[in-house]
């Protein structure tokens, strides 16, 4: 254990000073559907980047749609949903928060979904844009949640897309997972195994040549010289989905919300420490999202039967159609989830 105190302490110290952005993904996977630019910023003493996309930088600032990726991802995988916003006449922008991706990698810094949607919102004001419609899948979702609470007169809707935060693990009995814990096991992933726990809780079971792509890029990111930075952000960040549940404050979410839940999602971090029976409670996402949405006070709750954590991958027609009735658009020959 002191061998190992050690090396962090070390690995500090050598990263101490290098928050610059990296090429997170491999060349054969980390194709960005539009371009990428950086946003500079200070935040708690440094100077960082934020990655984004935009579909129409010197564009129209009222109709706007922000997408908010999850932790296991990188903007590209919005591919699908970018094409169709763009199609129905919508600016997207598409950030990649502090610590993933191309965005600035930090050896120390004090992530709280408050200040990723502090981050986000200094974007937004960098770029003139004052109202957006947020659009927020799996810990994304839950930093939509929180940005609608810090800023609802710059949120005219929150669209969540399986998002996980909609019960506090914590508070359910999941054991803490001390931060040198959940670096040693990020140090450990590879494809194999983010392929099998993805199976296992993304797709209940399931598996699909549709789905490895995303899966080996998320592997990518582990390799090569930054290894070690993707692997301490990320623990860094799962320390915060894990202490920083939003589930508490929603009844205070004055803002329109549209859910769109996959009913197959099973995705519950810690649910592997737990006793069975626990187990086998968390993640119930039918149930919590229902219950989510009787506590809001305007709520529209879509369920794509069949369907798990990756509704976008999974059936992006169901999908595409379902998020162009939520934002009041129009689509032709559309298929919908079970509407409630």
Known sequence: MRAFLLFVVLLLASLSARAEPVDGTSPESGQYPLELSH???TSQGQELQMAFMDSDP?????????????KNFCGPYWHQTIDRLVELEFRVIVPEQVGFCRSSLP?????????????????LDGLGVESARIMGHSMGGMLAMRY??????????????NPIGLEDWLGE?????????????ER?????????????SYYDGQWSEDYEHWARMLAATYTGEHGQRVAWNHALTADMVMTGP????????????????????????GRDRVDEELADRLGDYPRLSRELAARLPEAELVLFKGIGHMPHIED?????????RALGAESENEESGNKE
């Open 246 to 269: 939003v589930i508490h404050e929603v009844d205070n979410l004055d803002v329109p919300v549209v859910l769109l839940i996959g009913d197959r999602d099973r995705t519950a971090i």
């Open 173 to 185: 009995g999941v054991p803490y997972i001390p931060v040198d814990e959940l670096y040693r096991a």
């Open 107 to 123: 050896a120390r810094y004090q992530f709280t979904l408050h200040q990723l949607a502090h981050n986000t919102r200094a974007l």
């Open 188 to 200: 450990e992933k590879d494809f194999e195994g983010i392929r099998a726990y993805q199976k296992q």
């Open 316 to 324: 992006e027609t169901l999908y595409l159609n379902a998020v162009t």
């Open 148 to 161: 609608g609470l810090m800023y609802p007169e710059s949120s005219a809707q929150i669209i969540l897309v």
């Open 58 to 70: 010197d564009g129209q600032k009222d109709r706007v749609v922000v997408l908010l990726h999850g």
């Open 39 to 41: 946003f500079e910023f």
